[in-house]
């Protein structure tokens, strides 16, 4: 049987400039096509309110989280019940940075102490610290420019695979070439998640993290042209 992957979409909710007709979630067409190629079936999560049901995601048995601009309480919905449950993750772009960025903030608020649900509780500690808050690191002038149909190989960089790391298994080889957007960044020097990636720049960017053998992320978009399908086919994995 086909495994059902949840495509986790980016969210435009709250922006207080528009008008409430302007609320979307917005599931990029590359991932569900590339999950289909990897012999999933795509469904889309449709949080309300930036909240997803247990029984939405009971329905998946693993989850691709796609690139966008800052994270919402379903985020870390995911993060906490792919932890829970043992299922098989993806994070591309922001879903990569999802990772550290989960854990890190699970870690400062069990410090703390706290009452409740866990995610709850992580989504009060970063409304708390502000809107210009971030535990990443920021890498000013490491984004392309915008990429044009067909122009993909224009935003690509190379890519060090860390051998021996659940990546390199993935796909096989030391090196990969990927278009990369981002501007934040999972710290270099941050223990709670296993780098696999860097930047063949030199720059020192991180390109990849992962933890334990079912939770995978990649800086880079090998969803834009299909040439990584095996980054994917990880998805359809027992």
Same mark, same amino acid.
């Given at each position: 049987m086909?495994k059902i992957i949840? $495509?986790v979409p980016?969210s435009s909710? *709250? =922006?207080?400039? /528009?008008s409430t007709?302007s609320?979307h979630?917005r599931? @990029?067409?590359?991932?569900?096509k590339?999950?289909a190629e990897a012999?999933c079936?795509?469904?889309?999560?449709?949080p309300?309110d930036?909240?997803?049901?247990?029984?939405?995601?009971?329905l998946?048995?693993g989850f691709i989280?796609?690139?966008?601009d800052e994270?919402?309480p379903?985020?870390?919905?995911?993060?906490h019940?792919?932890?829970t449950?043992?299922?098989?993750?993806?994070?591309i772009?922001l879903?990569?940075?999802?990772?550290?960025?989960?854990?890190?903030l699970?870690?400062? $608020?069990?410090?703390r102490?706290?009452? *409740? =649900?866990l995610v /709850?509780?992580i989504?009060?500690?970063?409304q708390k610290? @502000?809107p210009?808050f971030?535990?990443?690191?920021?890498?000013?002038d490491?984004?392309?420019?915008?990429?044009?149909?067909?122009?993909?190989?224009a935003?690509k960089?190379?890519?060090?695979?860390?051998?021996?790391?659940?990546?390199?298994r993935?796909v096989?080889?030391?090196?990969m070439?990927?278009?990369?957007?981002?501007y934040?960044?999972?710290?270099p020097?941050?223990?709670?998640?296993p780098?696999?990636?860097?930047?063949?720049?030199?720059?020192g960017?991180v390109?990849?993290?992962?933890?334990?053998?079912?939770?995978?992320?990649?800086?880079?978009h090998p969803?834009?042209d299909?040439?990584?399908?095996e980054?994917?086919?990880?998805l359809a994995e027992?």
């Amino acid at each position: 049987m086909k495994k059902i992957i949840g $495509v986790v979409p980016a969210s435009s909710l *709250g =922006d207080m400039t /528009k008008s409430t007709m302007s609320d979307h979630y917005r599931v @990029g067409n590359n991932y569900t096509k590339r999950v289909a190629e990897a012999g999933c079936v795509p469904i889309g999560m449709a949080p309300v309110d930036n909240w997803l049901s247990e029984e939405a995601m009971d329905l998946c048995d693993g989850f691709i989280v796609q690139g966008g601009d800052e994270f919402y309480p379903y985020h870390y919905q995911i993060m906490h019940h792919v932890l829970t449950k043992g299922k098989r993750y993806l994070g591309i772009c922001l879903g990569e940075q999802l990772i550290y960025v989960y854990l890190e903030l699970k870690r400062r $608020v069990e410090e703390r102490g706290y009452e *409740g =649900d866990l995610v /709850k509780a992580i989504c009060d500690y970063v409304q708390k610290q @502000g809107p210009e808050f971030s535990v990443q690191q920021k890498i000013p002038d490491h984004r392309s420019g915008a990429m044009t149909r067909g122009g993909e190989d224009a935003a690509k960089h190379d890519v060090n695979i860390v051998p021996g790391t659940l990546l390199h298994r993935v796909v096989g080889r030391d090196t990969m070439r990927l278009a990369s957007f981002h501007y934040l960044n999972t710290p270099p020097t941050q223990t709670l998640v296993p780098i696999n990636a860097w930047s063949a720049k030199g720059d020192g960017v991180v390109e990849g993290v992962e933890y334990g053998d079912r939770i995978l992320g990649v800086q880079g978009h090998p969803e834009v042209d299909g040439l990584l399908p095996e980054v994917f086919r990880f998805l359809a994995e027992d």
